[in-house]
């Protein structure tokens, strides 16, 4: 099947973006890598009469700056994968990018894209929930930063206004004597996470967790913090025992939808699963051991 005929224009800035956008109305829409949205006009589902391409508004970038990394909403997911900058001060979400899709999709899609998109079952939205990070965006009301917990609201659904668009990310660096892990379960490689689990855990002096924040994709209808899950790890040891509390809570917590992929049932106790064993991988990595 064919999409149907739509004009197509490249902007040069993120100004522009925003004002081809405004002039275009809700028949215009935002195409970087066009991963998501390309298959959906082939499909009739998504028929805007305006393309608006951001690949011009900026480069693909990763800068730190004092404590927080700096992303280009234009990264590619490859880009991210194999930056020195994003392994040596954020290596989960360089992990994360790793696991998109496939080496086509991640040679093309973006960082701004995935997030706009905001697919519940992706692994980035599930990253930059657990490590804390905020979502910078432009549109005719000016500039916001908007922490990324709050960006998602619903299946495929943000907080972007008309004419907004996702201009990049700031991320935190990881601290010292802090661990992490991303995991997912696929069916086979390049499918949607049955689900998937980000973990960032943080030890003190004598090994007990100062600091935990957990996320997961595919348990529901946008990332999901499992903040009770975190809040047991939270001043004390992390043992087997303590993890699979954390995955009981974690499951618990959830409402996820069944699928072709799986039943609620299951996602929820592969849920239980995958917080333990991302637990147990992130505290090993606090404390300077091989994962």
Same mark, same amino acid.
């Given at each position: 099947?064919?999409?149907?005929?739509?004009? =197509?224009?490249?902007?040069?800035?993120?100004?522009?973006?925003?004002?081809?956008?405004?002039?275009?109305?809700?028949?215009?829409?935002? /195409?970087?890598?066009?991963?998501?949205? /390309?298959? +959906? +006009?082939?499909?009739?589902?998504?028929?805007?009469?305006?393309?608006?391409?951001?690949?011009?508004?900026?480069?693909?970038?990763?800068?730190?700056?004092?404590?927080? %990394?700096?992303?280009?909403? #234009?990264?590619?997911?490859?880009?991210?994968?194999?930056?020195?900058?994003?392994? !040596?001060?954020?290596? +989960?979400? @360089?992990?994360?990018?790793?696991?998109?899709?496939?080496?086509?999709?991640?040679?093309?899609?973006?960082?701004?894209?995935?997030?706009?998109?905001?697919?519940?079952?992706?692994?980035?939205?599930?990253?930059?929930? !657990?490590?804390?990070?905020?979502?910078?965006?432009?549109?005719?009301?000016?500039?916001?930063?908007?922490?990324?917990?709050?960006?998602?609201?619903?299946?495929?659904?943000?907080?972007?206004?008309?004419?907004?668009?996702?201009?990049?990310?700031?991320?935190?660096?990881?601290?010292?004597?802090?661990?992490?892990? =991303? %995991?997912?379960?696929?069916?086979?490689?390049?499918?949607?996470? #049955?689900? !998937?689990? @980000?973990?960032?855990?943080?030890?003190?002096?004598?090994?007990?967790?100062?600091?935990?924040?957990? @996320?997961?994709?595919?348990?529901?209808?946008?990332? /999901?913090?499992?903040?009770?899950?975190?809040?047991?790890?939270?001043?004390?040891?992390?043992?087997?025992?303590?993890?699979?509390?954390?995955?009981?809570?974690? @499951?618990?917590?959830?409402?996820?939808?069944?699928?072709?992929?799986?039943?609620?049932?299951?996602?929820?106790? +592969?849920?239980?699963?995958?917080?333990?064993?991302?637990?147990?991988?992130?505290?090993?990595?606090?404390?300077?051991?091989?994962?």
């Amino acid at each position: 099947m064919y999409a149907d005929p739509f004009d =197509f224009v490249a902007a040069r800035s993120w100004q522009e973006a925003v004002d081809l956008l405004r002039e275009g109305g809700e028949d215009a829409k935002v /195409i970087a890598g066009g991963q998501s949205l /390309i298959p +959906m +006009m082939t499909l009739r589902l998504a028929t805007p009469g305006l393309l608006v391409d951001v690949n011009g508004a900026d480069t693909s970038r990763v800068e730190r700056h004092g404590d927080r %990394l700096v992303i280009s909403g #234009v990264t590619r997911h490859s880009d991210l994968q194999g930056s020195p900058v994003v392994g !040596a001060n954020c290596p +989960m979400l @360089a992990e994360a990018a790793s696991m998109v899709g496939n080496v086509r999709v991640r040679h093309r899609g973006t960082i701004g894209g995935s997030l706009a998109h905001a697919d519940p079952s992706a692994e980035l939205p599930c990253a930059v929930v !657990a490590l804390g990070a905020e979502v910078r965006t432009l549109g005719p009301d000016g500039e916001r930063g908007i922490p990324a917990n709050d960006f998602f609201e619903f299946y495929f659904t943000s907080v972007l206004k008309p004419g907004e668009i996702v201009t990049g990310v700031e991320v935190p660096v990881s601290a010292g004597g802090s661990g992490w892990s =991303f %995991l997912e379960l696929l069916r086979r490689a390049s499918d949607f996470a #049955v689900v !998937a689990v @980000a973990v960032v855990v943080e030890l003190d002096g004598e090994g007990r967790c100062s600091g935990a924040k957990l @996320a997961a994709a595919g348990v529901g209808e946008r990332p /999901i913090e499992l903040g009770d899950a975190a809040g047991v790890l939270v001043g004390e040891l992390i043992d087997e025992r303590l993890a699979a509390e954390a995955g009981r809570r974690a @499951a618990a917590s959830v409402q996820p939808s069944a699928s072709v992929h799986a039943s609620a049932e299951y996602r929820r106790a +592969m849920l239980g699963v995958y917080v333990r064993r991302a637990v147990l991988q992130a505290a090993r990595r606090a404390g300077g051991k091989a994962a």
